[in-house]
């Protein structure tokens, strides 16, 4: 597989704190190849995203800006993405707006990719560092779990940062709350496994306050709750048995806001299954505040 076809695909709201950080952090961090392309779907914008953008699409050919005026869901911005990845490229990078990949990582991904016979590959996500208190301190055991399940039981694909073969990128329904199940089904439907490659590490943003967090792992509660529904298909980190697994491997220091973590799971779970019984599915997100602040 030729690594001169590469996409980098980014999903942008209202990310003008963000996303001049990811760019330079793409261009002069990860040594991507001269004819990668990088892609960014700006929806609904009303900040100055779009425009930070196309100030660096001026500088850099490879990168290439498409404003939506009205925001439609993320699913409908990565079917965009989608549908021209499968046109003309091999590898697909799929990297949140609000991330930074650890120096060259994205490299390490794509190799890990074309050198192996999986479908997709991801990195660590890590809570940036910057933010202290109880929360960042549960958000950090949550991502800590994930990384146990997906490492030593059974991968989670997680969107923060991850390469696709574009043959295996199949449209996800408009309506998904969370997209990533969706590709982790057409991957395995396809025949192809998920690698879990925990040295290369994506930096992520969180919600620092209790009340963003639990809006959203509701959300995410929906959209697992949801592509379960539809398709009977279960992410590993929603098994209670897997994260109690986990939970035994954690450090002494850790069980306590794992704990606590798994007592705002509870109420989140529940509000998710209230919402979805309703049919009130939020495939039109609602911004997290605390994570647009700049750091």
């Not at 030729?2 to 760019?23: T, Y």
């Not at 779009?50 to 800006?65: L, Q, S, Y």
């Not at 709750?225 to 220091?253: C, E, G, H, Y």
């Not at 606590?260 to 609602?286: D, H, T």
Request: net charge positive; charged share 25%; proline share 4%.
């Amino acid at each position: 597989m030729a690594l001169s076809k590469v996409m980098i695909g980014i999903c942008a709201h209202n990310e003008g704190n963000n996303i001049r950080r990811l760019l330079q952090n793409l261009i002069f961090e990860q040594n991507l190849p001269k004819t990668c392309k990088i892609l960014i779907i700006c929806s609904g914008c009303t900040d100055r995203t779009p425009d930070i953008a196309k100030e660096f699409g001026e500088r850099d050919a490879r990168i290439e800006t498409i404003i939506e005026r009205f925001r439609r869901g993320k699913a409908n911005a990565l079917n965009r993405i989608f549908k021209i990845a499968r046109e003309s490229a091999e590898v697909l990078v799929l990297v949140n707006a609000d991330a930074l990949p650890k120096r060259g990582s994205v490299n390490r991904l794509i190799s890990k990719l074309v050198t192996s016979n999986a479908g997709a590959v991801f990195a660590q996500p890590v809570p940036f560092k910057e933010v202290r208190g109880n929360c960042y301190k549960i958000v950090r055991v949550i991502w800590r779990l994930h990384h146990i399940i997906s490492f030593l039981q059974k991968p989670k694909l997680s969107g923060e940062l991850c390469v696709v073969r574009a043959s295996c990128l199949q449209d996800i329904p408009e309506n998904a709350a969370t997209d990533e199940p969706y590709i982790q089904l057409a991957i395995h439907k396809r025949g192809y496994k998920i690698l879990y490659v925990p040295d290369a590490l994506v930096y992520i943003r969180c919600p620092t306050n209790l009340a963003d967090l639990l809006r959203q792992r509701k959300r995410i509660w929906v959209g697992h709750m949801q592509v379960q529904k539809a398709t009977n298909f279960k992410v590993s980190t929603s098994s209670f048995r897997n994260v109690l697994r986990a939970i035994s491997a954690l450090k002494p220091d850790e069980v306590l806001y794992a704990l606590l973590g798994g007592f705002l799971e509870i109420i989140a779970y529940a509000q998710a299954r209230i919402a979805l019984n309703k049919g009130v599915i939020p495939y039109i997100w609602e911004p997290i505040r605390s994570t647009k602040i700049q750091l």
